[in-house]
């Protein structure tokens, strides 16, 4: 006889769920204040801007989104997101190259390693809209 049966998420999954849900409680509150600033009561539109190298999952950041946003200033809002492609430059030869993950890059031209990340870690609100203004 089968018992009741549960599927749980990994742990991992969980952990990184709360990375996720507290880098959206910190927008919220950014998004708050400049909602306060602007003279506004509501937020139609956030657009976050996320570098590839950011560590931040997209799906779970929209999870949390989901789960934080209706109580919040953002109720109703529709979330974006942009990624930043991540780039290093080789300080050898001056080339700038795409790179995937990681904190030392080969050069693509030269060979040599470069930790120099000029784009990828970026983790911010890019742009938001006010329906009342
Ligand atoms: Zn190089």
């Known amino acids: 006889m089968a018992g009741p049966h549960w599927t749980c998420p990994p742990v991992w999954s969980i ?22 600033k602007h003279g506004a009561s509501r937020v139609s539109r956030i657009v ?3 570098g590839t190298l950011a560590g931040v999952d997209q799906d779970a950041l929209r999870f949390a989104y989901e789960a934080l946003a209706p109580t919040s200033i953002a109720a109703g809002a529709v979330l974006d997101i942009e990624t930043v ?8 030869c001056q080339t700038e190259f795409g ?9 693509p031209q030269c060979g040599e390693y470069s930790g120099d990340i000029r784009a990828g870690r970026e983790l911010g609100i890019a742009r938001l809209e006010f329906p009342d203004l």
């Open 15 to 36: 952990f990184g769920l709360m990375h996720e849900l507290g880098i959206m409680e910190s927008a919220l509150d950014a998004i708050r204040h400049q909602a306060v």
């Open 48 to 50: 976050l801007r996320i």
């Open 85 to 92: 492609a991540a780039r290093a430059r080789c300080a050898a």
């Open 99 to 107: 790179v995937e993950r990681g904190f030392i890059f080969q050069c």
